[in-house]
């Protein structure tokens, strides 16, 4: 993080509180056993050795928290963003209804003919009768009639909370529906009571796309190198940005995983010979998945951010390992950065020491504290909303992650090596060559490192603890989500949302990085928080007598 | 855009396309927040409070409190009665709120939990205090809509606080239904115009549409007070507006503390608004003042100015039925032909009204209700329209026909500011609907018509 000289009031030492005492003012309030529980979401930070969180526990009934369900992990997140899979919510209206176009997954149809069906919002819209005896005809009726209506190529089901508690088997539906109509047709059980937020909805939701879609089409992809990149889901068109870069160093995408992406593009990727990860948090369980499968191996990029970028367009090459895509990279990193060189270096004269909190997602509150980096501003706390120990003290805890029984209820897949296709295009080999070149895979240093010393870390931070933040610092700029963003903005701090980008973006790659400079700029800069006061309340009485009216013709 | 969207229509018995409704809980939040320094909270999974608090902050863009009892699968197995009652402890001891009213989800209902008696419970052993006020109301999602479970909440406050103390005041209870909060401006300002004393209930203006002063308030000032609502019970007389939303709850109230009602459809356009005016004159047995006359004769004023661009023109319509049914009254009114009109609300009686208001301008209306915005858009492929009026999922129709032009109206509109600051409601609101009507006809010939035919004066 910057250290660089600061004109901001809250960064000067001593007007503040520690990060210790910050914390123990923002759990004050709590009662007991509410405040034991929080004790363990919030550490002050050590980046030379992490301590323990305690992440991806169960929320505190009555405290208002940014998490939500399941079910928006599974469909909304990891599988909602496939645009030619007709989806269906099985379950009362209200789930299909709020997940309908409400997240920002930018999608271009393939072919014309094609439907995109991300515009659409279907559900069995499920009615007292089917509570009472089963909605299990009701789901194939509805399955039946989707398929008459659109003839999709495939059909997924999600199971909403109701579905789980009558016993419908959602899945022996699917298998019945598939023979019927000889199209694929799949469920997920991702119950919005599941785990302990959307966290577990992504598990189920790779669990489902690994079993149902990955693998089923063989055909070569045309390339040298391919890869696919997993995690990302094209808010904002963060993945065209991303695709664009990797298209100027000739580096071939097969799928993105979810965003934008197609379902043929999912039943082929398995050809890549790469699988890189953006959001860990969210599709980690597919790559791991992927490579005992298939061999294909996996690391974790960053195209948040300009370094992040440039490293993970070099560890690409790197793996690769040939000098005309080496050379190649270097061409495309030099001629974008005389683009972005001059905005940042301009930005940054205003930016430069200004502070920033961040509390976002499972990944991107990491991924995004790049970005103040680059503009010389201090994250001076972050958060998740719904990730694991893992993501804030890095892989090397996973063996020490105790089982719990939210978790336990979440299936692991037994996943075995495919005699005929793994290791196919050596990749196996090309990782273990790279290995013994200290090359890192299946690798996440966790957010707790990259983050200064005395920051504070709050995971799935609380209205109350976000309220005190702000009294406490002030912030010059809070990442969050929309149900936080007006809450933040009444107390005069902008607020970025960084689910949906406040509509904007894209912020990923190069020119996205160009984007997010000026929009934090723009938003650190606003007048609009000085005009709260009327003139009239601060006037000086001198001030006042010089406004008194004067005759027009004195 | 909609590229699946065919126009031969099937009847489905399974499959909702493209709902015109969502479910009940959200309704009662709303509702709830129209009640001051109350907080809602949400007895089942979070993601029903995620989803509807990102919701409403996307139609609001103002924040939106609300708890939930985080259900995990344990709770679903052994039901949430400590997840209530320590959700409750937390509340009053974090976020102090006067009063929190309970509303239940699909899950809590299957599993059948019973909130008052958790909330006795919670009492009983302490974990709440006398003075700690708690309400519930039955929300499942799986019946009704979104409108019946703004309707629930509404009916069930009554229940809860309402008490008659033997006196009757001078007072009108004025039940806005589920309007916007500066449509409940509107009402109160034409209330305090008539000069007739009242309480309305619920009031999210003041809550949902609060200014900037650099101080966040979870509780704004806004809201029905508990002393109001106490005191609705000695009112002499309920003017409910919008069947669907208040007459459970002027219902209860006539039940429970004998105040007489008289139910109004939504005070939007002409004669809705006339019928509004006059029972107010009627309840305060007051003249109505020149001041609100006048307002009225500005509105026929700008619907005689505006006439020839309404008459005979073809409109679709879709959102909930009161809004519906009194804005197709509004339509029929300015001599338009409401040729479709679309609710996702179950219930038959919407059909009904609505082919008796269209009977003499258009008595071919296809009205439907418990029916969806997909097959509003089938519709419109064989029929086509000039004029479309919906939510902001209408957008997407009226691009893929050819830019119908199209008005935003109902809930939600998550792509424009101008609903949560400018009121649909009474004269001046009918105004601003005509407005918006006749801006969607000329923009839209401004923007498809070749130079020749573009005219400047209109």
Redesign the interface.
Known sequence: MSDEATDSPQAHEGLVPSAAEAREQMLEIYPKKTRRKREKQMLVNDPGSPGEIGANSRTVPGIITQRGCSYAGCKGVVIGPIYDILHITHGPIGCGWYSWLSRRNMTRIRKAGETNFLQYSMSTDMQEEQIVFGGEKKLALAIQEAYDEFHPKAISIYATCPVGLIGDDIHKVCREMKQKLGINIFGFSCEGYKGVSQSAGHHIANNGVFKHMIGLDDTPVEGKYKINILGEYNIGGDAWEIDRILALCGIKIIGTLSGGVSYDDITNCHMADLNVVMCHRSINYMAEMMEKKFGIPWFKVNFIGINGTKKSLRKIAKYFGDKELIDRVEEVIAKEMSEVRPVVEDVKTRTSGKTAALFVGGSRAHHYQDLFEDMGMKVISAGYEFAHRDDYEGRDVLPHIKMDADTRNIEELEVEQDPARFNLRGTADRKAALQSEEFSFSDYEGMMRQMGKDTLVIDDISHHEMEKLIEIYKPDVIGSGIKDKYIIEKMGVPCKQLHSYDYGGPYAGFKGAINFYKEIDRMTSTKVWKYIHAPWHDAAPAAEAAAAPEPVNA | ????TTAEI?E????????A???Q??GAMYAALGINGCMP?SH?????C??????L??HY????????????????VFGGLA??Q??????F???KPKIVAVHT???SE??GDDIPMIIERARREGKIKPDQLVMHTNT????G?HVTGFSNQCASTIKYFSESSGETKNVVNLFPGWVEPADMREIKRMAKEMGIEFILFPDTSGVLD?G??????MYPAGGTTLEQIKAMGDSFQTIAMGPLASKAAAEELEKKCNVPSRLLELPIGLSNTDAFVNAMRLAGQVPVPASIEEERSRLIDMMSDMAQYMHDKKVAIFGDPDQVTALTQFLVEMDMKPVIAVT?TPGKAFEAKIKEICAEKCPEVEARAYSDV?FLHQWIKNNPVDLLIGNG?GK?VAKAEGNIPFVRFGFPIMDRVGHRAFSTIGYTGAMRLIEQITNAFFDYRDRNDPDEKIELVL
């Open positions: 855009m909609l590229d699946g099937r489905r018995q399974a499959l909702r396309i493209n709902p409704k969502t479910c809980p959200i909270h089942g999974s979070q993601g029903c995620a989803y509807h608090r990102s919701h902050t996307r863009k103002e924040p939106v409190a609300a708890t939930t009892s985080s259900f995990t699968e344990g709770a679903s997840n209530l320590q959700a409750l402890e937390n509340i001891t974090i976020y989800t699909c899950l299957v599993i499942p999602s799986f019946v809509s609060t900037h002063t650099g101080h966040y308030e996702g997909h999922f997407f």
